[in-house]
């Protein structure tokens, strides 16, 4: 009940104070669980997702946001997930509580990056988003936030407003045909390539590969990390 009370309101705020577009939204399925793969450039990547899309979606966030009183009041009320940083153990909670959304029909968001982009740049995806999404079962889309970087760059605490913020949706991404090679290293780096590839058409990003350094650490999901956009035409919906 709060997730939908604190989206009604910061809903047409930020709508006023931003200007925020999106690009086929229409690719979220209207029920039944997905994966939301996301290229991670800024705090407020979490904020605007989550308030331009009809259904709920989950993060599993880093447990300091939930130590913190000027953010533990949003990520309690928009139900984010707090993770502890702490390597494997902390890593397969975060893989329970992605598959416990998504086994219950629900949105899961994921920043295969596994931080912050340092520059602006794209950066090799860590493969947990593949390793989830065989796991699960469920659809990827591939999500580019384009904007958010100039809208509140890192160490930047007031945003600057009436910034021009995209959000752009691919078609759902299926790998079923790799259901059965779901611990092959090479068909989970493949995957997660192919949704990198599709970040990459769609936020217009030049590609590092390589991973990036992280500023600041977010948790694991298998060996993804997880938080804590003229549109090009996707490669495929397909794999």
Do not use: C
């Amino acid at each position: 009940m709060t997730y939908w009370i604190v989206k009604g309101i910061l809903t047409p705020v930020l709508r006023l104070l931003f200007k925020v577009r999106t690009e086929g939204k229409e690719g979220v399925p209207a029920q039944g669980p997905a994966i939301l793969a996301s290229n991670h450039l800024s705090f407020s990547d979490s904020i605007f997702l989550p308030l331009v899309l009809r259904r709920r979606i989950t993060f599993v966030a880093k447990a300091e946001y939930f130590d913190d009183p000027k953010t533990a009041w949003f990520f309690r009320a928009v139900g984010q997930i707090p993770i502890r940083r702490g390597g494997g153990s902390a890593s397969q909670r975060a893989l329970d509580s992605a598959m416990e959304v998504l086994e219950g029909g629900g949105l899961f968001g994921i920043y295969p990056e596994g931080t912050r982009s340092p520059d602006g740049k794209l950066y090799k995806g860590h493969t947990g988003v593949a390793r989830l999404a065989l796991q699960s079962g469920a659809p990827v889309i591939a999500v580019a936030m384009v904007g958010t970087r100039e809208a509140q760059p890192i160490g930047q605490v007031k945003p600057n407003f009436f910034s021009p913020i995209g959000i752009k949706f691919s078609k759902p991404l299926y790998f079923d045909k790799y259901k059965d090679r779901a611990d092959d290293p090479r068909v989970l780096r493949q995957i997660t390539d192919e949704i990198m590839f599709e970040l990459r058409a769609l936020s217009g990003q030049e590609y590092v590969d390589k991973y990036a350094k992280r500023g600041e650490v977010v948790e694991e999901v298998g060996e993804a990390k997880v938080g804590t956009l003229p549109l090009e035409t996707p490669v495929g919906a397909s794999a």
